[in-house]
């Protein structure tokens, strides 16, 4: 499928004042990531100097500058989880990937990270697959999940 | 008016003053780090903390307004613990590297832990252990001596627009970089050198090269000479405890050689010659209307600025070089053979108020003399050093004057060190040749002034000139904009990098504040005013270089040796003014 | 659950969220219609006299905050509903916009009357992303029903930043830059987005706004205890029974949360200490169990309510090792302006790491609780200010998980000087 050009997602949010962080998301959503070339696309649209439009990107937690893979599997590292046993779900996820946190897989497919509490603490531990929350999955229920994203 | 009391005294100010400044009216220096006089409030580094009765929570003096009856304490024993602790913070993530350090002896950080009897560090000293950045020959970074106050960031961004600085991460990974984490180089860094003033401390800094001063001083076989900068005498007395201007000439000049140059020389005589090749190429452009609004091209942050930011507008620039490049490839060519001194034995030094320099005597087209050019650039502030190394005592220093030939100058060379003076000595001259009259009153009041842009219309007997003057690069790029969109109305343009004009150079001992900036530029003023000759082209040691050299103005010799050309940078960075449809010139 | 209170969860299960004709049956955006009749300055008394005070965390009476933005004229202002619910422990905002998401528009559009706003923003977290899909449909089901008003109402994302819960760093990221708080003075409602007066309120303190007005601020300021009147949601995590959310008038006492509403400990353990508020909340003992969850009630035990967030931790859990990684959120979450938070927070990991590892010594201990009091009072924004508590509470009500770490050097002897 061909992906979609950067200015062509920059411009969607060109008539909205402090619209880059949306446009970083859509890059996000598009790409994986955000391209160095996009975030220069980026400063220009929205008027900003590289190094500001740059500060901006490396600020939030959901971005990236490094590529990463298809899907992002994040798991929550905050106390609730914690006590809920995150530390085994993040043991099971790297077994199952078969990389550790912050690092893709070979066929860039998954990407696995921390993150703080995504609020569904109600069954803990949870993670998520491209902001999609898995709450308190038992260890058996998990490579069902990832398969559906394995295509 | 509002009334308050800081540490059990009344003191009564406008509403809207800080309770930083109200404390600063009554004799209470409350410390600061991220403060700065011309800068907007940051409130980040936190030192400048008070008690304020009714708050539980400390105070930013900086960012707290005062209101009636306000009652603050900026000295109880809680806040300076706070501020203590916070100083130790600071000290444990950065380098313990005074001794080595550039800053040693004139850093804010360094200043506070003295004052705070700061004898150890609870906490465990660890640093950011990022590589240094050597990258550009004007300027130096080393990213683990910065403390965030982010001073470096507003004069880039907001004073110069040059925007090569800003934030990367978040948290305690946090920290200032240039562009998108490259080096200095690749960044659109102009190398202007105010960053380095806005530093409090080590974490930026001018490419020290008193070493390589030395070397040459050792070599017997080196002629070590030196042009010195319009702007550098009035300000070089503050780096030796003098207020500025307080060094006369015959001081500094002695005091150079007991440093150990064989011949002491001025730029302002080729800050003269720059007049009379300018002042020509522009009654001839303007009389063309050829490429106008003619720009003045003797700073190189300027240049930088516009080969990276307006690199479609680079054919308005004047083709002259800047003085101390000509002075560069007249002193191998011109001045060694009136001296009878093998040019190859010459080592041409310049100092200068100014970093960028040193790049712009690299640049690989300034070797006309078929030489380098200039091979040192030494900063104001690297010949305070040496002088400090010399331990030369002014009470006691016999006067020297300035060697021959290239030595001698007018009033208007002086004036190249002020926003304002390459016009104001452009109109001695142009005005008397274009009209054929006497100038009676040398003195411009019209383009002087701290304005960041100004303008004028000049009255040449009938004909009518426009020129404007700005000082920092963002005047430079409303002026350009307006280049760029067809609209500009002038005729000529001076534009000078660094607010203020060369007296506030990247190069200058560390400057504060614009008061500063006003006091050496009054102190410039004075200079001219007390020189005998105040008109470039009355200068007698420029008409025997024309005379036996040169032969004219715009002359091929002159060509050959004191024009130049510019080079479009390209950077990626460079945005606003990098796409193709904006650097396309609409007429 | 028998003895919850539902006035903010009102429509909870009862109304589809895709459905505006719901919500309107059960008499939806009839108290926008009386808002919208009173004059300005009447409804702005009538929300300050119910005492409502923010649900977010800084407790802030909502009418009054409401009364300095409505003071400006010939400006443009803006209502700002921050959804940024980042506390650890906390979904509750969460819970209302998924289920009712016009119970928070309708509370913004009475706001945007109130202090004659014409835009709106829904700050949405960005890890909450998928339910911009539920906002935007209300939103346009309001819109088709001409219910806006001229007001302009759109749903911005967060992009993973806890910090901007704070309002001021919120409304920095609203333009588009780094969320990084600013210094106040000014208020928002005097100089807020884009320099204008804005009010930012939580989700959950908009959620209230239409039954207050509907049935008055006396009917509302009865309920719970009188400083703090009104319900709170809270929600139960760690080791609890009923991991779950539910809604309290606010006299409740945090007994009542953890083994009334909560069902107590699993496998009958004994409880060892509960963290209330959030991430940044106070560690606290069984015998404190039976403080009221009112603002001031709180206040006086040295307690902050916080998002509503209750974290049970049992016998067998370490206090150690759940501080640290608490503390460890916060050097995470820290945004970097200020020196006492961006350099404190990762200090204080530093020497909870060093102490778990048995590295530890009087010396180390001491100067964490210097450098968290330090922190306490000299931050930039309530991220710094709160960042220590959890860890100075716990050393205060748990001194023997500490010292059980800690060497037999004294102060003097642990000193790395």
């Not at chain 2, 105010?194 to 409090?200: G, N, R």
């Not at chain 2, 303008?455 to 307006?482: C, F, P, W, Y």
């Not at chain 3, 940044?280 to 603002?295: K, Y």
Request: aromatic residues 8%.
């Amino acid at each position: 499928m061909i992906k979609a050009g950067y200015k062509e997602i920059i411009y969607r949010y060109k008539n909205m004042p402090g619209g880059i962080i949306e446009a970083y998301h859509d890059l996000n959503d598009e790409y994986g990531y955000l391209p160095k070339d996009a975030v220069i696309d980026a400063a220009e649209l929205f008027n900003l100097s590289v190094a500001e439009a740059y500060g901006i990107a490396t600020f939030y937690s959901m971005f990236s500058l490094e590529p990463r893979g298809k899907n992002a599997v994040r798991v929550c590292r905050s106390a609730p989880c914690q006590l809920g046993g995150s530390e085994e779900l993040l043991d099971v996820l790297q077994n199952a990937l078969g990389i550790k946190a912050g690092e893709t897989t070979e066929d860039e497919i998954f990407t696995l990270e921390h993150t703080e509490c995504v609020g569904q603490c109600q069954a803990t531990p949870v993670f998520t697959v491209n902001g999609n929350p898995y709450p308190g999955l038992k260890t058996g229920e998990i490579p069902a999940v990832l398969a559906e994203y394995q295509a | 008016m509002v009334n308050l009391t800081i540490d059990g005294r009344q003191v009564s100010v406008p509403e809207g003053t800080s309770v930083l400044k109200a404390a600063q009216s009554i004799g209470i220096r409350i410390p600061t780090l991220c403060f700065h006089p011309d800068q907007s409030i940051k409130a980040n580094c936190r030192i400048c903390l008070c008690e304020v009765e009714g708050s539980q929570v400390l105070q930013a003096a900086c960012a707290s307004p005062v209101y009636e009856n306000m009652v603050v304490n900026t000295r109880t024993p809680n806040v300076i613990e706070s501020r203590k602790m916070i100083l130790q913070l600071l000290l444990a993530n950065h380098p313990q590297d005074c001794l080595n350090c550039i800053r040693n002896g004139n850093c804010e950080l360094q200043e506070l832990a003295a004052e705070y009897y700061v004898r150890d560090n609870p906490f465990e000293m660890k640093t950011r252990h990022m590589e240094k950045d050597f990258s550009t020959p004007a300027l130096f970074r080393d990213p683990d001596k910065c403390i965030l106050c982010r001073r470096c960031i507003e004069v880039c961004s907001v004073v110069q627009t040059v925007n090569a600085y800003g934030m990367q991460g978040r948290g305690a990974s946090s920290i200032v970089v240039p562009s998108m984490g490259e080096k200095l180089l690749e960044s659109t860094c102009i190398m202007c050198g105010q960053c380095i003033h806005a530093c409090p401390v080590g974490a930026i800094a001018e490419r020290e090269e008193i070493d390589k001063f030395m070397d040459a001083v050792s070599d017997p076989e080196r002629i070590v000479v030196t042009q010195i900068a319009p702007a550098v005498r009035v300000a070089v007395a503050e780096e030796i405890g003098k207020r500025t201007g307080e060094l006369p000439m015959d001081a500094f000049v002695s005091a150079l050689r007991h440093c150990g140059f064989d011949y002491v020389l001025s730029t302002n005589y080729t800050a003269d010659l720059t007049i009379m090749e300018e002042g020509s190429e522009i009654l001839e452009r303007i009389s063309n209307n050829d490429r106008l609004p003619v720009i003045t091209s003797c700073s190189p942050g300027w240049i930088n600025f516009c080969e990276t930011f307006y690199p479609d507008l680079l054919d308005h620039l004047s083709s002259c070089k800047s003085p101390q490049q000509m002075f560069g490839a007249l002193v191998k060519t011109y001045w060694a053979k009136k001296m009878g001194i093998d040019p190859a034995r010459i080592y041409s030094v310049s100092i200068m108020p100014c970093v960028a320099k040193k790049y712009e005597a690299a640049r690989p087209e300034m070797n006309a003399s078929g030489f380098r050019d200039v091979d040192l650039v030494l900063t104001t502030r690297e010949v305070g050093r040496l002088f400090r190394l010399n331990r030369l005592d002014f009470s006691k220093i016999p006067a020297s004057s300035l060697d021959s030939w290239m030595g001698n100058f007018t009033g208007a060379g002086v004036i190249f060190g002020v926003s304002g003076g390459v016009t104001e000595a452009a109109l001695r001259t142009a005005y008397e040749l274009a009209t054929g009259e006497l100038l009676e009153d040398v003195e411009f009041n019209a383009v002087r002034g701290m304005g960041n842009i100004r303008e004028a219309e000049i009255d040449m007997k009938g004909t009518k000139i426009n020129v404007a003057i700005g000082h920092s690069t963002k005047a430079a790029r409303e002026l350009m904009e307006q280049v760029r969109s067809g609209q500009s109305k002038y005729h000529f343009i001076e534009i000078m990098a660094c607010p203020g004009g060369c007296i506030g150079g990247g190069g200058q001992p560390l400057t504060r504040s614009d008061q500063q900036r006003a006091e050496r530029i009054q102190a410039v003023y004075l200079e001219d005013r007390e020189a005998k000759l105040r008109k470039s082209h009355e200068n007698p040691h420029i008409k025997t270089l024309y005379d036996e050299f040169l032969i004219a103005p715009l002359s091929e010799k002159s060509h050959e040796l004191l024009h130049t050309h510019y080079t479009p940078r390209n950077n990626q960075y460079a945005v606003p003014g990098y796409s193709p449809q904006a650097c396309q010139k609409k007429n | 659950m028998p003895g919850e209170m539902r006035i903010v969860l009102r429509n909870q299960g009862q109304v589809d969220p895709f459905k505006i004709e719901d919500y309107m049956a059960r008499g939806g955006y009839q108290a926008l219609k009386k808002a919208r009749a009173m004059k300005r300055n009447d409804l702005i008394s009538e929300v300050r006299e119910s005492k409502l005070r923010g649900r977010g965390g800084a407790g802030f009476n909502c009418g009054q905050k409401w009364f300095f933005a409505a003071s400006a004229e010939n400006t443009e202002k803006y209502v700002v509903c921050n959804a940024d619910e980042g506390e650890p422990g906390t979904y509750k905002d969460r819970i209302i916009i998924q289920h009712d998401p016009h119970s928070l528009i309708e509370g913004m559009l009475i706001c945007a009357y109130a202090i004659n706003g014409s835009k709106g923003y829904i700050y949405l977290r960005g890890e909450y992303s998928y339910l911009g899909q539920v906002l935007n449909h209300a939103i346009a089901q309001a819109s088709d029903h001409g219910l806006l008003d001229g007001f302009d109402l759109t749903v911005r994302r967060g992009a993973g930043a806890y910090v901007c819960g704070e309002e001021t760093a919120l409304i920095e990221s609203l333009e588009g830059k780094r969320g990084e708080p600013r210094y106040k003075p000014p208020f928002p409602p005097v100089q807020g987005l884009w320099g204008k007066p804005t009010i930012v309120n939580n989700v959950e303190t908009l959620a209230n706004i239409p039954v207050i007005v509907e049935k008055g601020a006396q009917w509302f300021s009865a309920i719970g205890a009188p400083n703090y009147p009104g319900t709170k949601l809270f929600t139960l995590t760690g080791d609890v029974n009923r991991k779950t959310f539910f809604e309290v008038p606010s006299n409740t006492t945090i007994r009542d949360l953890v083994f009334k509403y909560g069902e107590g400990i699993p496998g009958g353990k004994r409880l060892k200490a509960v963290q209330i508020g959030g991430n940044s909340g106070a560690f606290i003992p069984e015998n404190l169990l039976d403080t009221q969850v009112d603002f001031d009630s709180m206040n006086k035990a040295g307690l902050t309510l916080g998002s509503g967030a209750v974290l049970v931790m049992d016998e067998t859990r370490d206090i150690l090792d759940v501080i640290t990684r608490i503390e460890a959120f916060f050097e995470h979450e820290s945004c970097g302006k200020c020196t006492p938070c961006r350099e404190g927070t990762p200090r204080l990991v530093g020497l909870l790491e060093k102490i778990r590892k048995g590295d530890g010594s009087h010396f180390d201990l001491d100067l964490m609780q210097k450098l968290g009091r330090i922190m306490s009072r000299s931050s930039l924004c309530g991220l710094g200010m709160a960042a220590p508590v959890p860890l100075l509470t716990a050393i205060q009500h748990f001194p023997n998980a500490f010292e059980a770490k800690v060497s037999k050097k004294t102060s003097e002897e642990g000193s790395p000087w």
